[in-house]
């Protein structure tokens, strides 16, 4: 039996715990040797700020050095201080070194009027690509309008932990254990439901994925794709610079089609070789167009002929103000249609559920190509979800975001029309964004730039455009409160004017240009009023 | 300005909200029409059970039919059962449908002795793959004794829930945005202090990429290989399954190289083509080996020799109980060495978080192969594990479970030296499970396969062999009972009898054949007194 028995040293010992090397200790200037060794855990954080060091008398015992030498040591760390005697709190690490250096979330909460003249040129780069989000998203701005999140101070923070709390209550031991890779029964049978009652979506339980957002349904699609020898998918133009850059990352290229008023051009896609479609038909992104009837028969149809597969991305249909609800087209084609949604735009992206619900013949790939990327999506997290789905809390949730963010758009609309009032507004009906064209020719990257160096961030509509076409912008309004939104519009009408096209706002509103040279953060009130109310 | 102005139908209208057709209930007969509209609702799941119908008034006045339609409505739905009136808590769903299908988890709580024979059958059908762990895991047994998990009981819920909370009250709005894909600086911060202090890494915080688990990590790390070109991947034979399937369904092939009592044979490794090496040093899956002093010196010397990758999983060496801890080679190879871990040893496999470090010039194509895959791991989990790390909670969770461990792994020690004692015991000096070699020709698959018939569910060693080798089981201990761990020992030696290699236990305690017919489930004293008590 090879049993071992040499349980000289247990796991528990604070020598052991700490790494300390109690041969170096023993021999030479046993306390020199003991301070050093604890500095340096300190410094490399193995003993952290508030941590307790071993009661002097236990160390001295699991080193087999006098208490003396113990004592000492924490003396001089004292001295250096990095410790401090707590009375009977025993003696606690006071000062650890900070780390080298300083962290993204650090530099983003800063409240500066915006990021130096080299940073924006490095993120304004062309061609844009998977990374350019995430770069953009770490220069901070003090009135973020980026698209693509709800408002997230709205986090149901209570309502999140009241209901883990009873989920984990009730948590047996196993739940804690792998979870299979197409997630937990509760959470389909949940979003089987939620589909049913929000998006008119019929599935059994059985056919829903859990996956960690729809970036990662489009990988494992792409995967399954490129394993059935597709290597080609229809995209939306303008269309998401995001969805295209995943699929190209997972190995798929993205040819685009044209959205017109009616959405996504059915023709076009008849007379591309691509077998597969991605779409955002209840609200096409950035456009903000729904597919309508005639285009969704003729969808149907093509898929019909063609063997063809959509990639429906159901990102913010929950979303709408001003008109009713789209059908997805899920429910319409179950066989063609592979639905992807997550909870990004109704809680929040940093939480990384959503769903995928594909044409039977695909699931069994689908699911294992998730195992294979990551066992499945966390249990406790979806358990959770589960709970606000069939509770109610959910769609509370999302009824007091509609309210919230029909304000926010209509305060964008306002401002839009009060200084940009030559911009066309798309798309304003529904979602999270708008999107504005510009009708004169302008540089959007270069308004973008300069609208982020006085601190409002936005996406040149460029950037998400594979074929050249009317420069615009890409506005967030769910996230900023009213009265962020009308300074943010005000200083990209600001920075309008500081490029070419401004020209046509001046004329329009009778004023004398302004200043190219008005100073940064110059008071929006002046802007705001110097504009002609209501141009239209 | 294209705002739409179309806004008849609010969003928070009920019958949107039911998907109700309104066209539909005004013709014809209006009442019918409506009952049956809300039985499909209740049917389909858009009503929950305890789900409120709209006040009858509300309904009527949105619908534009009298209030009396509504109300008959609702009566012929309670005539039918589906819904009831609660007094002031107005009209409730009182049955929906049951789902169509059984839930898995609900399979798995059942008290059941045993599966039938055509499942297992279909489990222990050879080879096994990736797959095998989700069907065996979704078999009910009595007392599973599977590796790889801890006392998914001691789940710290308290100290899990109080750590959210407490994260969640200070988190900022943007942090329930998109978080760096490489994981939030705190996140980091903290995992490359416990690296320090439990495994004497020392590496930089901006190095440690956040991943939902080794599995992950492997399969981020397999794409990285592929696009550097290779595509060769050596692992320890045995070695564990679930790795190299891992490692197959990512695009990398895995050739075995021989573990011996001083953990992988480096001679053999210097012989193969591959480049690139997946081990266990800390606790050899399964052998439980401890990469011994020559060999990491050979190792290294193999790495720089040939531009060499090691892949190091250092799935459980937190748990360790009769030995000192064994320094990572991560601490010695940094250039060579890719580090991955996770709290599915720790705390539990259902989080779904992992850490990975890699050398400095594979860090940008491994963040990037994270973002491709999923744009990172969700933010609240990596807060809440951070503060857990940063409080010394989880180093207090981990030396209570040492202990727990320990006494547990002594109850499998003891109850093999009983019931199994020609059995050789492999690796229990540190890990979550220990392996026994069976010295007689038995087929272990079989042996598993009956095992499991009578309730007990283990792994056959020869699933985790490329290549032939001793028969033999691998054990979970960490996450039973003692007692029920000496129960399914007992068990499992009962199997053993009824297979061909329990003659050599008969003949070793001199005690005439037990007859094959013993009933299933037979107490399990008797047979605990028919064996001699401390053979070895």
């Known amino acids: 039996m090879a049993r071992s028995k040499t349980a000289a040293v247990d796991g528990s010992n604070a020598t052991d715990f700490l790494h300390l090397s109690i041969a170096d200790i023993r021999r030479g200037d046993r306390c020199e040797s003991l301070t050093t060794q604890l500095r340096q855990a300190i410094i490399d954080g193995r003993l952290a700020t508030g941590a307790r060091l071993p009661a002097s008398r236990v160390l001295a015992d699991e080193l087999g050095v006098s208490r003396g030498v113990v004592t000492e040591a924490y003396r001089r760390l004292g001295e250096s201080g990095q410790v401090a005697a707590r009375g009977r709190g025993g003696t606690v690490v006071v000062a650890t070194p900070a780390p080298d250096k300083a962290t993204p979330e650090k530099a983003m909460s800063d409240d500066v009027m915006g990021p130096t003249p080299p940073l924006l040129d490095a993120i304004f780069q062309r061609p844009f690509g998977n990374l350019s989000f995430e770069e953009l998203r770490a220069v901070p701005a003090r009135i973020d309008l980026s698209p693509g999140v709800p408002d997230l101070a709205a986090f149901p923070r209570g309502a999140w932990l009241r209901t883990e709390r009873r989920v984990l209550d009730a948590l047996l031991p196993a ?3 792998y979870a299979p890779a197409a997630g937990t029964a509760a959470f389909r049978l949940a979003v089987s439901r939620w589909l049913a009652r929000n998006r008119g979506v019929r599935v059994d339980p059985e056919q829903v994925i859990a996956v960690a957002g729809v970036a990662q349904a489009l990988a494992l699609l792409a995967k399954v794709l490129r394993a059935e020898g597709s290597h080609l998918v229809a995209v939306e133009d303008p269309g998401s610079l995001g969805v295209r850059e995943q699929l190209r990352a997972n190995g798929i290229d993205a040819i685009g089609v044209a959205v017109d008023d009616k959405g996504v051009r059915v023709d076009e896609l008849e007379h591309s070789s691509a077998r597969v479609v991605h779409l955002t038909p209840a609200h096409q992104f950035p456009m903000g167009v729904v597919l309508d009837g005639d285009r969704r028969r003729d969808l149907a149809q093509w898929a019909v002929d063609n063997d063809g597969l959509v990639i429906e991305d159901d990102y913010d249909a929950e979303h ?3 008109r009713p609800p789209v059908p997805a087209l899920r429910s319409m084609l179950p066989d063609h249609v592979c639905y992807a949604s997550s909870v990004s735009k109704l809680l929040a992206p940093a939480l990384r559920i959503g769903w995928l619900v ?3 013949r695909m699931h069994d ?6 195992r294979d990327s990551d066992l499945g999506n966390a249990g406790l997290p979806q358990l959770t979800l589960a709970a606000l789905m069939e509770s109610g809390d959910l769609e509370r949730h999302l009824r007091l975001l509609r309210q919230r963010h029909r304000r926010r758009r ?3 609309v306002d401002a839009l029309r009060e200084h ?3 911009a066309t507004v798309h798309g304003a009906a529904a979602g999270l964004h708008l999107t504005i064209t510009l009708n004169e020719p302008t540089d959007d990257v270069e308004l973008a730039r300069l609208a982020l160096s006085q601190g409002v961030k936005t996406q040149p509509l460029s950037m998400h455009r594979m074929s050249p076409g009317q420069p615009g912008l890409v506005l967030g309004y769910a996230a900023r409160s009213p009265g962020e939104i009308g300074e943010g519009i005000a200083i990209i009408a600001q920075a309008l004017n500081r490029t070419g096209a401004g020209q046509a706002i001046r004329n329009l509103a009778g004023t004398p240009a302004r200043r190219a040279g008005t100073p940064p953060g110059a008071p929006t009130r002046a ?8 141009a239209r």
Chains 1, 2 share one sequence.
């Open 320 to 322: 709408r103000y001003d």
């Open 175 to 177: 739940d804690f254990g």
């Open 365 to 370: 790939a689908v699911v294992a190509a998730k």
């Open 358 to 360: 594909v044409p039977a």
């Open 527 to 534: 802007l705001s009023t110097s504009t002609p109310p209501r």
């Open 420 to 422: 940009i009032p030559t």
């Open 410 to 412: 209509d305060a964008m």
